[in-house]
């Protein structure tokens, strides 16, 4: 795909929000003040995603059309912002009112003085370039044409992820213990259904990412020929759409860093554990080496999982502009039965609000969390957040077959990513919005109480969104109803069944609490679907005794403890006499 270097920081200047604003008919735009609040936040997003979507051709009658000047305006007013306000100043995204063959668009187009870069399957969106002509120009043209729908800036985005400076110190996968992972994977660790990373790519010889990575069996390797014929050739192990071939590398370390917590290769003794040990990857490269992007490519990378076999796609990146491609491709996914997860953005800068994909409707926005289970200060904010999870100094996986550390909400995706694998994997009839659902109304609430901008529903906790799913069975059986204090102890059974009576597998951890007395051990695993402990008292009463399972199933019994009697010796003297 060519590639135009010459992108520029770009937004409106306020003159042409205005200019626009009152063509719309919708008045002032929300003020500072009230920005904060969730009304406020969505109606300037809306307001920034019609100045990327204006429908001059359609939409605007001819009394209202734009003054001649504002095409000029939209593509050249400067803005100090963030990065995320990229455009290929070159770059338009176009959608025709009709469908037309590859030749016919070409043809089409020309009329313009523009080029075609590449059509978007499925979506019909044009990417196409004016060469060294400015944006401003052929928008000028296009927006005066009946057959042109819609059209957009090549918008740009990049990684979420932010690279601490402090010393490399050795890492401790506090992560996945604190989301309560080893209990999860009791029940499941993953399937091999792939789960779509779309990214820098993925360092595919990495020892802890290399037999995870996805195969295309529909592919012949090296044969220089669209095998399976969709319209990739040689594409055995997923796409590289910032070069356009076959071989999706890591050159950044982003995309291997996301790939290692998602899916890394687990229990081969090397390296680092994985959320979903037997997931695999399809690594889509639509970052490149700087980790930056733009909505074309990841728009394609977005269409080709979803035609690829790939229902959960993790998108560790985002922009602050919205994109009418990007969400285009966002609904084709859903349309496909695709659970999409992105991250909130980073932000040294606070409150910032929630960027895209992540604030689009439909897709899982993941905000960041520390160790101790605060909101990470960095972590973007909104009404369109949905959960939270750990996403600072996460050990992973970089592109040169090593590990370092990450922060950002880019981490904190892949975990919500492979939790979806791991729900899925045990009930694969789910809907996307059912998985949805079962990860954010099982999350741990660790800010404010209920649902709140910085975490969302919580942060999210594997063992509950398992556990809620087996529904677990417990009983207690003790060999006697009754122990004398002291001296006897009773033996307790404790039996864990789910999903029509199958025994739990092992592993499973049983924890017990009582009232009165001892049970030794408090905390044991199960093995063959049960576990054993004893009780024991020095007090004699009525012991009520509660073994659990993760939050919220148990079962209890009471048993009773008997105090000692106490004979005393009585001697019966004989007497005689007369009782009158």
């Not at 220089?224 to 076959?246: E, I, K």
């Amino acid at each position: 795909m060519v590639k135009n270097r010459e992108c520029f920081r770009y937004r409106l200047a306020a003159v042409a929000v205005a200019v626009l604003l009152l063509c719309l008919g919708l008045g002032h735009p929300a003020s500072p003040s009230s920005a904060g609040t969730a009304r406020s936040a969505q109606r300037l997003r809306e307001h920034r995603k019609m100045l990327w979507m204006p429908r001059f051709s359609r939409d605007f009658p001819a009394q209202v059309r734009p003054p001649a000047d504002f095409f000029e305006t939209f593509f050249s007013a400067g803005w100090h912002g963030r990065r995320a306000g990229e455009i290929c100043s070159h770059e338009l995204l176009v959608r025709l009112r009709g469908e037309l063959d590859e030749s016919s668009a070409r043809n089409f187009f020309a009329r313009y003085d523009l080029n075609v870069i590449k059509r978007i399957p499925r979506i019909d969106i044009w990417l196409v370039t004016g060469s060294e002509m400015p944006s401003s120009v052929f928008g000028h043209r296009l927006g005066q044409d009946s057959d042109v729908l819609w059209f957009e800036p090549n918008g740009r985005v990049h990684t979420s992820g932010i690279i601490p400076d402090d010393n490399f110190y050795q890492a401790q996968q506090w992560n996945l213990r604190l989301i309560g992972l080893p209990e999860a994977w009791v029940f499941t660790t993953g399937s091999a259904d792939p789960i779509a990373v779309i990214d820098t790519g993925v360092d595919l010889d990495h020892p802890d990412l290399a037999a995870k990575i996805w195969i295309n069996a529909g592919e012949i390797p090296a044969n220089g020929q669209d095998d399976d014929g969709n319209g990739y050739v040689d594409d055995v192990h997923g796409w590289d759409f910032v070069h356009g071939d076959a071989v999706p590398q890591d050159d950044n370390s982003h995309g291997s860093h996301v790939a290692g917590i998602v899916a890394a290769h687990t229990d081969n003794a090397i390296g680092i554990a994985g959320v979903a040990w037997q997931s695999s990857i399809m690594p889509l490269k639509a970052l490149n080496s700087h980790g930056d992007g733009t909505w074309a490519d990841v728009a394609e990378a977005i269409i080709y999982a979803a035609d690829n076999g790939a229902h959960i796609l993790n998108l560790s990146l985002g922009g602050e502009e919205s994109s009418q491609t990007i969400e285009d491709a966002v609904s084709y996914a859903h349309s496909q039965g695709c659970l999409l997860m992105a991250a909130a953005g980073n932000n040294e800068f606070q409150p910032a609000p929630v960027e895209y994909p992540a604030a689009l409707p439909g897709v899982l926005a993941v905000a960041a969390t520390m160790e101790d289970d605060t909101p990470w200060s960095y972590s973007n904010r909104g009404p369109e957040i949905d959960v939270a999870a750990p996403g600072v100094d996460i050990f992973s996986a970089n592109r040169s077959g090593s590990y370092y550390l990450n922060s950002g909400t880019s981490m904190a995706v892949p975990h919500v990513s492979g939790l979806a694998a791991l729900i899925w994997s045990l009930q694969p009839t789910l809907t996307a919005d059912q998985v949805a659902h079962a990860i954010t109304s099982t999350a741990r609430d660790v800010y404010t109480p209920g649902w709140d901008q910085r975490t969302g529903w919580g942060r999210i906790d594997a063992q509950a969104a398992i556990l809620h799913l087996v529904q677990p069975r417990i009983d207690i059986v003790p060999d006697r109803p009754s122990i004398l204090v002291g001296d006897e102890s009773a033996t307790l059974t404790t039996t864990i069944t789910y999903s029509q009576s199958q025994p739990v597998p092992d592993g499973l951890t049983v924890t017990f609490i009582v009232t009165l007395g001892n049970v030794s051990p408090q905390a044991t695993a199960t093995s063959g679907g049960q576990v054993t402990t004893t009780f024991t008292s020095t007090e004699s009463g009525q012991a009520i005794i509660t073994a659990s399972v993760g939050p919220g199933f148990q079962d209890a019994l009471t048993l009773t403890v008997t105090p000692r009697c106490l004979y005393l010796p009585v001697t019966l003297d004989q007497w005689s006499g007369d009782p009158g």
